[in-house]
């Protein structure tokens, strides 16, 4: 079983930057890869990063390619979301998550372990 819990969400303006945080408890953080999601109002949840166990295989979506960075550190058990150049169309609640895997993925039905979101509001 792992715990996850998100923070650094905020108001932030177009342009403007903010790094997320995902600390893990429970089972070993460092036993599984780990993922980014956000939801929209209105919309389904979609994929944003993935990084492998390691660090070395990491996914984007193509809305974010070049703009986030996804990271990690096993040691202290969190992972990270470096989120630059933000925009209105950013807004949503980000989560992150963990599929029982060490191999990144962008399907979210491999994801079993779940944070509860933190909003993240771009204003224009």
């Known amino acids: 079983q792992v715990q996850l819990v998100e923070s650094g969400g905020g108001l932030v303006q177009a342009g403007g930057s903010l790094r997320l945080s995902c600390a893990a408890s429970g089972r070993t953080f460092s036993s599984y890869a780990m993922g980014w999601f956000r939801q929209a109002p209105g919309k389904a949840r979609e994929f944003v990063a993935a990084i492998s166990l390691g660090g070395v295989t990491r996914y984007y979506a193509d809305s974010v390619k070049g703009r986030f960075t996804t990271s990690r550190d096993n040691a202290k058990n969190t992972g990270y979301l470096q989120m630059n150049s933000l925009k209105a169309e950013d807004t949503a609640v980000y989560y992150c998550?963990?599929?029982?895997?060490?191999?990144?993925?962008?399907?979210?039905?491999?994801?079993?372990?779940w944070g509860q979101g933190t909003q993240v509001t771009v204003s224009s």
């Open positions: 998550a963990s599929p029982p895997s060490r191999w990144a993925t962008n399907s979210e039905s491999e994801y079993a372990y």
